[in-house]
T-cell receptor, first 118, second 114 residues
Framework: DAGVIQSPRHEVTEMGQEVTLRCKPISGHNSLFWYRQTMMRGLELLIY????????DSGMPEDRFSAKMPNASFSTLKIQPSEPRDSAVYFC????????????????FGPGTRLTVL | AQKVTQAQTEISVVEKEDVTLDCVYETRDTTYYLFWYKQPPSGELVFLIR??????QNEISGRYSWNFQKSTSSFNFTITASQVVDSAVYFC???????????FGSGTKLNVKP
């Protein structure tokens, strides 16, 4: 079975441009997470979804960031307009956790998208 | 306050040495889960182990072992006879009894030199 799939793997863009990162979770998983990793701040949870519904977006840095999950097999993270400080590796992860239940299940991570904003 | 603290930013050892990576966590929940992940130079995070708060039995898997102590809120990871392939960043994470939201530590970079 394929793992979490992210695209693109690398993205280089110029400041002010719109960036869209894509994620396909593992089939059957009902929870999806977007993380950002930088040297300065480590791994930060941006947002997570359960059954396609955003549960907690308190980690989204500002209004320039938005995330959607139109169906169980696809999610996007959009940055508009992008800024150099958005340069980071963005990870998508999925799990089969159940909302409200003890959270025993590990998260499976995708390979990440390395974003560079010039 | 940090829920998961990995005080060791970077550790360097010579191959075949034993090394212990420390993880201290903070939670008020009685039911919680602890995880270790490995991030090799390729970048992907790989799940290593999970532990629930009711199981303090230490675990061994090959050269890897984990020591969970609730009394000190620690979940330490030991690699015995380290190898160059163990070089990676290792993350400890906590999941409390509300949802599958993980609190990650800042990671410990392990360098194993030949």
């Amino acid at each position: 079975d394929a793992g979490v799939i992210q695209s693109p793997r690398h993205e280089v863009t110029e400041m002010g441009q719109e960036v869209t990162l894509r994620c396909k979770p593992i089939s059957g998983h009902n929870s999806l997470f977007w993380y950002r990793q930088t040297m300065m701040r480590g791994l930060e949870l941006l947002i997570y979804f359960n059954n396609n519904v955003p549960i907690d977006d308190s980690g989204m840095p500002e209004d320039r960031f938005s995330a959607k999950m139109p169906n169980a097999s696809f999610s996007t993270l959009k940055i508009q307009p992008s800024e150099p400080r958005d340069s980071a590796v963005y990870f998508c992860a999925s799990s089969d956790a159940v909302l409200g239940a003890p959270s025993y299940n590990e998260q499976f991570f995708g390979p990440g998208t390395r974003l560079t904003v010039l | 306050a940090q829920k998961v603290t990995q005080a060791q930013t970077e550790i360097s050892v010579v191959e075949k040495e034993d090394v212990t990576l420390d993880c201290v966590y903070e939670t008020r929940d009685t039911t919680y889960y602890l995880f270790w992940y490995k991030q090799p130079p390729s970048g992907e995070l790989v799940f290593l182990i999970r532990r629930n708060s009711f199981d303090e039995q230490n675990e061994i898997s090959g050269r890897y072992s984990w020591n969970f102590q609730k009394s000190t809120s620690s979940f330490n990871f030991t690699i015995t006879a380290s190898q160059v392939v163990d070089s990676a960043v290792y993350f400890c994470a906590l999941s409390e009894n509300n949802f599958n939201k993980f609190y990650f530590g800042s990671g410990t970079k392990l360098n194993v030199k030949p």
